[in-house]
C-alpha cells in the first residue's frame, strides 16, 4: 500500500510538470490529510517526480525546436518568439516560476530550447517545486 501511494503520487507529480492535465497537488493534500505517511517522504516524492518531470520539458526544449516550420508543431512562430523574448527579459530567474499552473511547464520548455546549462536549471526548478509542496504542506497539515 505504501508503495503505490508513494508511486502514483511520484507518478502524477512527474505527469503534471510534463503538458499532462494532472494535479499532484490535489493527490497530495488527499495523501496528507490520511495521515498515514511521513510528511517528509510525501514531499520528497511529489518534489523528485515535479522535478524530473521538468527535466523531461528541458530536454524536449533542447531538441523541439528545429521541427518549429512543421505543420503539425503545437506552438506557432509567434508565441514560440514571445516566450523567448521573456525567458530573455527575465531569464533564469524566471525558472522559479516554474511551479505556476499554465506558465510553469512552458517556461521549463523554453530553458531547454535557449540552452540554461542543467545545473542552473535543476538548481533553481527544484527550489521552486520542493518549496511549493512545502507551503502546500505546511497549509494542509499545520507544520510551522
Known sequence: MEFAAYGGLFLTALGAATILPMQSEAVLVGLLLTGD?????????????????SLVNWCLGRGIERFSGQRWFPVGAK???????WYGRYGRWSLLA????????????????????LPTFLLLVTFAKVGRYLVLAAATTGLS
Open 98 to 117: 516554474s511551479w505556476l499552473p499554465i506558465v510553469g511547464d512552458p517556461i521549463t520548455v523554453v530553458a531547454g530550447i535557449l540552452r540554461e546549462p
Open 79 to 85: 508565441a514560440l518568439d514571445r516566450a523567448k523574448h
Open 37 to 53: 505517511y511521513p510528511v517528509f517522504w510525501l514531499i520528497a516524492a511529489a518534489s523528485l517526480g515535479n522535478v524530473l518531470g
